[in-house]
């Protein structure tokens, strides 16, 4: 017999010991829903996203009429845009006709407590598939915020609940922020990208948007000189620091899984709220082991949920919202 005063598995002995001793759990409340849409009348699977496809005019209703039955109160829009609607300058972004603040509308009409959050960011509507105007080789900060802040105001005049920057532009809390006042919208939230990383695990989702950089003559081929570079995590807190003065409600991880350690360090450095988006490429490549054999789904995803929720976000964003709501109503990990 060894001589030992602790035994920590005295608190695994069953399942309810271990839930006296249960640190962190998942709820459906705790997920955002990421939506694609498209201006159609039929869903098209997106290839590597198995389960998602860009949601046409009825199955958008149908997503979210399950969603909320399901106990997800939010869901955050993601528009395919016709290639002829993409001009250098996004203009399509701040069009009150447009695809996201039409699709706002009816969702607020059905859906009155829906909570809906937009994207703020240029890619889906410009035609070099940056996040803000592109000249002369450079991505330009203070002339996209400008646009951005069209953007986000359009959307909130639409209904949009919480608005949420992705771009990374400087300034541009702030300066929405104050555009959204300016406009009578004290109420819309900021949901900032605070720390979004210039990260391949976004492959699916630019395929699923035809929003990718395009490879143009002097056009930057990837994102770097304004997403994060993925070897830092002070410089996360820098930019959190710059989020709170500048104004915004909610602070965001992005992606989730590989970044865990950001999530930590925020979450001490914080009392905001934290979000941390679980995306595309982190979703795919849970589905092709899943779909595979190699992994079991429900498991895995729960699992790195949990995870994610440890790290100390307090909600997440993830295809997989519908699912994990699903499979926790029918017993969860246990
Ligand atoms: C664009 C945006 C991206 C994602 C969310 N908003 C892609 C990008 O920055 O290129 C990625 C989400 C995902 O991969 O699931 N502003």
């Known amino acids: 017999m060894l001589d030992l005063v602790e035994r920590p598995r005295r608190g695994r002995k069953n399942p ?11 709820a459906p409340q705790h997920f ?13 699977a997106i290839g590597a996203m198995p389960g998602q496809s860009r949601l046409g005019h009825d199955g958008l209703l ?13 869901v955050v829009l993601f528009p395919k845009e016709l290639e002829a609607h993409k001009t250098p300058g996004g203009e399509a972004s701040h069009d009150d006709d447009g695809l996201v603040q039409r699709s706002i509308r009816r969702l607020k009409g059905r859906f009155p407590d829906l909570v809906i959050v937009t994207d703020v960011a240029l890619d889906p509507y410009n035609s070099l598939g940056h996040d803000g105007i592109v000249r002369g080789g450079r991505i330009l900060n203070d002339e996209s915020v400008e646009v951005l802040c069209r953007q986000a105001v359009s959307q909130a005049r639409a209904g949009a609940d919480i608005v949420s920057p992705s771009d990374m532009m400087d300034g541009r ?19 900032s990208y605070t720390a979004k990383y210039a990260s391949a695990f ?4 630019r395929e ?25 995590a002070r410089e996360a807190l820098r930019e959190l620091e710059l989020d709170e003065a500048e104004g915004a409600d909610m602070v965001m991880v992005k992606p989730a899984g590989p970044y865990l350690d950001v999530i930590c360090r925020m979450r001490e450095a914080t009392n905001l709220p934290i979000a941390a988006y679980q995306v595309s490429g982190e979703y795919a490549m849970l589905k092709a082991a899943s779909a ?28 997989y919202a519908r699912q994990a709501a699903r499979w926790l109503r029918d017993g969860g990990l246990d």
Do not use: C
Not at 16 to 26: G, M, P
Not at 32 to 44: E, K, M, Q, S, T
């Open 292 to 319: 595979n054999g190699w992994l079991d789904e429900r498991k895995v995803v729960l699992e790195s949920l949990l995870g994610i929720r440890r790290a100390g976000a307090d909600v997440i964003l993830t295809y």
């Open 173 to 191: 809390v702030g300066a929405i922020r104050e555009a959204l006042d300016d406009a009578g919208f004290v109420d819309v939230s900021i949901l």
């Open 32 to 44: 955002i829903l990421p939506l694609f849409i498209h201006d159609g009348d039929a869903d098209v």
């Open 202 to 205: 976004y492959g699916p989702f």
């Open 62 to 74: 149908r997503e979210v009429e399950g969603a909320l039955g399901e106990g997800i109160g939010a």
């Open 16 to 26: 309810v010991v271990r839930a006296f001793s249960r640190e962190t759990w998942l």
């Open 208 to 232: 699923a948007l035809d929003s990718a950089p395009r490879d143009l003559g002097d056009v930057p081929k990837d994102k770097k000189t304004y997403q994060m570079d993925p070897a830092n």
